[in-house]
Nanobody
Framework: QVQLVESGGGLVQAGGSLRLSCAAS????????MGWFRQAPGKEREFVAV????????HYADSVKGRFTISKDNAKNTMFLQMNSLKPEDTAVYYC??????????????????WGQGTQVTVSS
């Protein structure tokens, strides 16, 4: 198991940017594929992006493609989500998660084993 802690959320105006971080500890971070999910009030948790252990492979939800960038720094045991051109509909609690192997079809919460506590992102119009 790997322990995950998100940070970097906050309040931003539409069109602005935020960078989320996910710090990992525990088992070897570099061997894990990592992902971001989000959950808005009254909605199910939805997939945002996933990245392979090496960082060479990434996959995004259509709703964020071209605006968000997922990356990871294995030397610092940290994953990032750069969010640009934010929209009010991006408002949600954002969670990072880990799984043993990368897959572009791993887009459901049940595909991931460890989760952080979440960080709130609010985009005002």
């Amino acid at each position: 198991q790997v322990q995950l802690v998100e940070s970097g959320g906050g309040l931003v105006q539409a069109g602005g940017s935020l960078r989320l971080s996910c710090a990992a500890s525990g088992r070897t971070f570099s061997t894990y594929a990592m992902g971001w999910f989000r959950q808005a009030p009254g909605k199910e948790r939805e997939f945002v992006a996933v990245i392979s252990w090496s960082g060479d492979n990434t996959h995004y939800a259509d709703s964020v493609k071209g605006r968000f960038t997922i990356s990871k720094d294995n030397a610092k045991n940290t994953m990032f989500l750069q969010m640009n051109s934010l929209k009010p509909e991006d408002t949600a609690v954002y969670y990072c998660a880990s799984r043993l192997y990368y897959s572009s079809t791993a887009v459901y919460p049940a595909d991931f084993g460890s989760w952080g506590q979440g960080t709130q992102v609010t985009v005002s119009s």
